[in-house]
């Protein structure tokens, strides 16, 4: 989606829903996801490509980079579980865990990184749009039944 695109779908999202620019960024963000991975649940669906095609011993997770969010602002992993992170905050956008135990390369506006995730990832990161956003990677927990 190009930049103009983005920002003229913005601007009516905001205008017909009367949302604030944080609403409309979550909105953004949840339909970015849909589009951009919704097919594969369509094709699934529809038996045109089996299931085990897109299974994998590792979890994905998705975040979207936006403006002025995160999202999901926060995701509960695994170690071994991938993070994918799509970019669509307009301009190139470096992630950083809180406390400097990682960090990733820049990835470039309508980009994306996966990552890899183990133990010591966990916790708070950060990354700087038009401001500070932050996202939580939570470590699951397995249940007392488990």
């Known amino acids: 989606m190009g930049s103009h695109c983005r920002g003229y779908f913005r601007s009516q999202l905001a205008t017909s ?7 409309v960024e979550l909105i953004s963000g949840l339909l970015i996801l849909l589009l951009r991975f919704g097919l594969v649940v369509a094709f699934v669906s529809c038996g045109l490509v089996p299931l085990g095609a897109f299974q994998a011993s590792a979890e ?7 403006e002025a969010a995160y999202f999901p602002r926060n995701t509960t992993v695994e170690p071994g579980d991938v993070v994918r992170f799509v970019n669509e905050s307009g301009r190139e956008h470096e992630i950083f865990h809180v406390n400097g135990q990682w960090a990733t390369a820049p990835i470039a506006e309508g980009e994306e990184l996966l990552v890899t995730i ?5 916790g708070p990161f950060y990354g700087v749009t038009l401001q500070r956003i932050e996202g939580r990677l939570d470590l699951l927990r397995p249940s007392v039944t488990d």
């Open 17 to 23: 829903l009367n949302a604030s620019a944080i609403e």
């Open 60 to 66: 994905e997770h998705i975040v979207v980079i936006l």
């Open 118 to 122: 183990d133990e010591g990832m966990t």
